[in-house]
């Protein structure tokens, strides 16, 4: 059974740091790039760092670069995103997400398995 489980998300107060990981199973995770996406309530979900299969970082949000890194191990099947310097504006779900590394990774509807999502809060 494929399964992206997400874990680390809760309350924090601003200028606070998390970091949430995601354990994958029943697949090969080394030949998919791994996302995390960010889902605000009532909003699309919104790719926040994205690592390719070899370790090529994506960071495509201006108001997050240089705050998250992903990371990720393949011999462990993890993925890792550290959040520093937190705002309300990042309060969110965030879901783990992964596409074949043949595929755009930009493109939200490409994304062959997704986690259920940990949430993170941050106010004061």
């Known amino acids: 059974q494929v399964q992206l489980v997400e874990s680390g998300g809760g309350l924090v107060q601003p200028g606070g740091s998390l970091r949430v990981s995601c354990a994958a199973s029943?697949?090969?995770?080394?030949?998919?790039?791994m996302s995390w996406f960010g889902q605000r309530l009532g909003q699309e979900r919104e790719l926040v760092a994205s690592i390719g299969n070899s370790g090529n970082v994506m960071s495509p949000v201006d108001s997050v670069r240089g705050r998250f890194t992903i990371s990720r191990d393949n011999a462990k099947n993890m993925v890792w995103l550290q959040m520093n310097s937190l705002q309300p504006e990042d309060t969110a779900v965030y879901f783990c997400g992964a596409v074949w590394s043949s595929s755009d990774r930009l493109d939200v509807n490409n994304y062959a398995y997704w986690g259920l999502g940990t949430q993170v809060t941050v106010t004061s």
């Open positions: 029943g697949f090969t995770c080394s030949t998919y790039h």
